[in-house]
């Protein structure tokens, strides 16, 4: 072969080049990709999914309530913290039985038309949430309110609903039973106030209109379907020189790895939970960058057990299937990034909770009960259906199980992967024997994580109803002392965990990069934002 | 001389070719029959890379990634082949009726081929797999479906070529059915383009398979594909960056063979003589006005 | 230039209705029942998928479904929402979004529409080049044709779903020298545009390769060269000139490969698109906007196919001829064969 003289530096140009590409960018040391704070302070958020739609009263999804929390404000708000703040409301108190609650509302709050935030709107919003018509999917969520779930079935007129505008700074609400925790639920979207000057636009064909007249800390700018949605800081808001943030930009991005290319690119300040791919999140947390933040979520990730089915129906069998769960080996291998194990419902992060103890055992113990329950080394079990959704680690945690049961027990598991609205399908219907599911209740609450499994809860697909347990929630509701409540509480997680209709898994942990120079964003067990305090710095630069 | 020596090497690639397609295949079929998948949840460490343990390191599950290439290959083929047979006999028969009808039939059934080449078939694929489940039954139907449009013009132009032929006019007038004149005569005649057809077929298809499993409607886990496998690599390829070379190399090397097979038949069979050269009959547009017509429809 | 006058048997003259009216009349029949083939078909699929529009994250009370049910209509009986649809999209619509209550379907397809559009037609220029040029020089350069021939193999042999994520690793993180994904200035287009465009490109190669080197065996071709034109002439002034027809026949197959591909690219890219919403809306069963998106991918694919169908007839004069003679042909057939059934059933008659 002949040499040609201008081969070598061709040559070299080109491994020069492919040994750039190769690299991870021009990154700065220490951090993940690239490290250019924007020019103004503007937030670019990679946000998930696109929001069903921008009414705050009609969604429950946490991609819809962040940007409710945007654009709206309830009665009470959250921190970056997690916890609750005044929000609309200025002050507010109860009556001894933690039954009628009063909110003083600040004279200041504004819409965005400049218009008062008065309490008769949150009247009308509630009436309208609960309006079968309007068919809110989140109308659940104000049935703590008297009257509420018959109005939502139809069965009483909206005016039965225990709330009343004394004038338009004072709101009473009479709730169904004592819960000296509804404050905290105003700051949900669903009990948000919607404008009365909005009524009878019902946002459809937008993007053809304005954009909708809210009262939180953001107006909305623009909104293109799974391209941006930016927001931006409203004149209007009464707390608005608490806002530093000009703008915020969701980026509505649905693959994972796509998300992290664009952090890494620099074009993304924050990765909200759920948004980056576990491998990714595990690596980045052992290399320890600063950007990585790990916190535990209000969730649980369990399995539920259809009880209503052979073998299943019998307790030993759902026993000896739990003890044979192996968690840990799941949460190291699967998930790995803040993901705990866990053989309880109920977080044990929750302030002054202490979990029930439950009776353990090993593999022998468990192949012991099997026998006990009539089939000796798993003989005479059909294969188990497992259904799960496809996308995200759920595949992987059904063929793990089905390795670890085939082997201790021999139990076969047919892990049976569909989308999610079929899952929904099979699951409302009972044909399945095993089912992944996730709770992530709205309030840090023991009871929000039990009543799942309360009879009649649409959410219990088990089959399985439990008189003493559903007596022991419905006591805890009526005591108003919180260490008695969770004492009841407790007894009613140890009956569900030792009849195990479900076998709980791990608790959850969000992983979520924040570039360095954003302040304010605490990633917390709720996933919540406030927005006040949050904070671009422009000027930053690398330390040395 | 030279061109002898040319002849010489050409006869050996494809000697190696062949030699590479089939060995492939022998291995997939038998590989994984020595080296079965474990089962997930094993001791073994997960996401490790190429040591000797595992040839090929392990999958995030601990799997060792030789037996699942092995198992994925087998899947692979067997989708890829049983739908390409179902394209093919799906073809043969609507094509081969096709060429034999009346112009008037023939007419009304190629139409028929038209609003089949006017619908946009992957994404009733994609609707298919979604909502009903995925098994490897309907998999392969589904694919299949969507690959027998051109084999129906494939038969139908051979037919239509060969039908004025003395065997064919006497077996009519003998008073053959339709079936039996196809059947006994004219697939015999058909079988080398067909072969040559379903070569170049199993490729594009294969990649369906692929393309379906990166959206998350493969074949039902534990079971994996070809497909399902590249589709891991790219989720994991930051930090697994093996899984999606040893399976998507893997692939793209078999896709490769697959597709210089296809040429080499066509080249070496000469099928164009029967049904017109294989990149006009792939290049499954809307009949274009004049190929499908270009023996006349009033010939007869 | 005039319509071909057709002359029937029984000596009168009569132009058609429209210029190629035979061709277009064949368009429109096979329209019509593909675009109710179509609305059926995904009607029907959709209906029968199990699980409905629903809450993603938690189950709702029993109210609250029968609410949203009746919303959409959805507690009517089948037959009654099909018609409905029906009616509904005479008029143009589709009702509302399952998914995206507060925007119609139609909307959510509209503003996927140009995204996809400015996607599609990238991709097709980048296969273009690479296909025309890479098949031109395969048969113009004998000594370049194992590079191209291997080139093009690969292009066919990688997925679409590596390939893109490939460029952002090396070309945009690596090298920085693209966005990695989003939308919103020209620069957002190149590596979606590569990706869609290059295996695309890489069948478009083998095929030019083939019907070039065809063509250039004609005898019109062997003549040229024998006059001396040189061989890009000889390529350009013949050898394309004879193919060209043939590449129309491909655009269907290129066409089909950048629709399907959209779909992936779209999703890994972050492109605000039809084929990500399509994806989407088929898992979150937004029987509106998935039927929609169907609609408009065979209406993109029937416009495009009436004008290849078209272009055939211009670039080709002979084909022209050709046509109107079979039409005739046809035609008189038609004719001599209902004569001879009269006749005979006269015969049988009497």
Known sequence: MKTRPWNAPVISLLLLLVTAACGSGDGTAGYIGRVHPPKSPVLRVASGEDPAGLDPTRYHSQNAWRVARLLFEGLLAFTSEGHTTPGVASSWSADTEARVFTFHLRPEARWSDGSRVRAGDFIHSWRRTLDPSFASEAAETLYTIRGARLINEGAAGPETLGARAVSDTVLVVELEHPDPGFPARTALPPLFPVPPQETARDYLNWPGGRAPIGNGPFVLEAWRLNDRLVARRSDTYWNRDAIELERVIFYPITDKNTTVNLYRAGEIDWTTANTIPVDQARQFLGAGASEVHVSTVYATYYLELNTRREPLSDPRVRRALELTTSREEIAASIFGAGHRPSRVMITTDLPDWTAPEIAGGDAETARGLLADAGYPGGEGIPPLIYIYNTGGPHGAVAEFLQGTWQRQLGIRIEPTPMDYPSMEERGRRGDFHIMRSIWLVDLPAPIEFLEVLEGGNPNNLTGWRDSTYDALLEEARRTLNRQERYALLRRAEERLLTDVPIIPLLQYANVQLIKPYVEGLRPNPLDVVGWAGVRVDTGWHPPR | ?300 | MAPPAVTDNTGEERAPLLPFSPLLRRRLLTALPTLFVIVTLTFILTRAAPGGPFGKEREMPEAVRENIEHRYGLDRPVYEQYLRFWGNLLIGSLGPSFQQPERSAFGVLIEGLGPSLIVGLSALLVALILGIGGGTLAVLRPASTPVVSIAALVALAVPVFVLGPMLVRFVAIGLGLLPAALWGSPSHVVLPALTLGIPVGGALARFWRAVLAESIELPECIAARARGLGEWQLVWRHAARKSLPLLLNYIGPMLAGLVTGSVVVEKIFSIPGMGRCFIDSALARDYPVVIGATLIYAFILLVVHTLVDLSHLRLDPRLRKEHTEWTEADRALRRKRRAAARAAKQSRGT
Request: hydrophobic share 50%; net charge neutral.
């Open chain 2, 1 to 300: 001389m030279s061109m002898k020596v040319r002849r010489l090497g050409r006869d050996t690639l494809d000697l190696l070719l062949l030699i590479f397609l089939l060995g492939g295949a022998v291995v997939a079929l038998l590989g994984a029959e020595f080296f079965p998948t474990e089962l997930a949840g094993t001791v073994e460490p997960i996401a490790q890379g190429p040591s000797f343990r595992h040839i090929l390191g392990t999958d995030t599950l601990g799997r060792d990634m030789l037996a699942r290439l092995l198992e994925g290959m087998r899947t692979t083929m067997g989708v890829g082949i049983g739908a390409t047979l179902l394209a093919i006999i799906l073809g043969s028969i609507y094509g081969g009726l096709a060429g034999l009808a009346g112009p008037r039939t023939d007419e009304a059934m190629m139409r028929g081929v038209d609003v089949g080449f006017a619908l946009p078939y992957m994404f009733l694929v994609i609707l298919l797999v979604s909502f009903f489940g995925r098994s490897m039954t309907l998999l392969f139907i589904a694919l299949g479906l969507v690959a027998w449009l051109p084999l129906a013009r494939v038969v139908r132009a051979g037919v239509r070529n060969l039908r004025h032929e003395p065997f064919l006019e006497a077996a009519r007038m003998m008073g053959g059915s339709h079936g039996y004149v196809l059947r006994a005569h004219l697939f015999p005649q058909l079988g080398t383009p067909l072969v040559v057809y379903a070569t170049l077929m199993l490729p594009v298809v294969m990649m369906q398979e692929a393309f379906l499993s990166f959206l998350g409607l493969g074949v039902k886990p534990p079971m994996a594909s070809w497909g399902t496998l590249v589709a891991e690599g790219v989720e994991r390829m930051e930090t697994a960056p093996w899984i999606l070379i040893v399976a998507g190399g893997s692939l793209a090397l078999w896709l490769i063979g697959l597709h210089l097979a296809g040429d080499r038949l066509a080249r070496r069979l000469n099928v164009h003589r029967t049904t017109g050269t294989p990149e006009k009959i792939m290049a499954v547009g809307p009949a274009p006005d004049g190929q499908d017509q270009e023996d006349g429809g009033a010939a007869s």
